[in-house]
């Protein structure tokens, strides 16, 4: 499976680790912290340089899973996400936002 991954922080960054390591996942990622960017695609994922790249090496449907803190850096990551990408995509948000949130951007 194919899946992009934004925020790659501790959780992001493991779960992407994991995915990589088990070899039936290509996990294309982004993070506004070109370092962190780097140290997983030295661990085998492919680097991006922007949400727009990121989608770019992605096959349709597309799979992005979000893993970054509540408030307006999700809000801001998933209206892009919406307007960037088509129907059938998928956006999932896997990190601490009020589930609120997400039952109104569904």
Do not use: Y
């Not at 059938?88 to 609120?100: S, Y």
């Amino acid at each position: 499976m194919q899946i992009g991954l934004i925020g790659l922080g501790r959780m992001g960054g493991n779960i992407t680790r994991r995915l990589v390591a088990k070899g039936k996942h290509h996990v294309v990622v982004w993070d506004k912290d070109a370092k962190a960017i780097q140290s997983l695609a030295s661990d085998g994922a492919t680097a991006s340089t922007s949400i727009t790249d990121m989608i770019g090496k992605l096959k349709v449907p597309r799979v992005i899973w979000v893993m970054l803190p509540a408030g307006k850096i999700t809000e801001d990551t998933v209206t892009t996400l919406g307007q960037s990408l088509q129907a059938g995509d998928t956006i999932i948000d896997g990190g601490n936002t009020f589930w609120q949130d997400d039952v109104r951007r569904a």
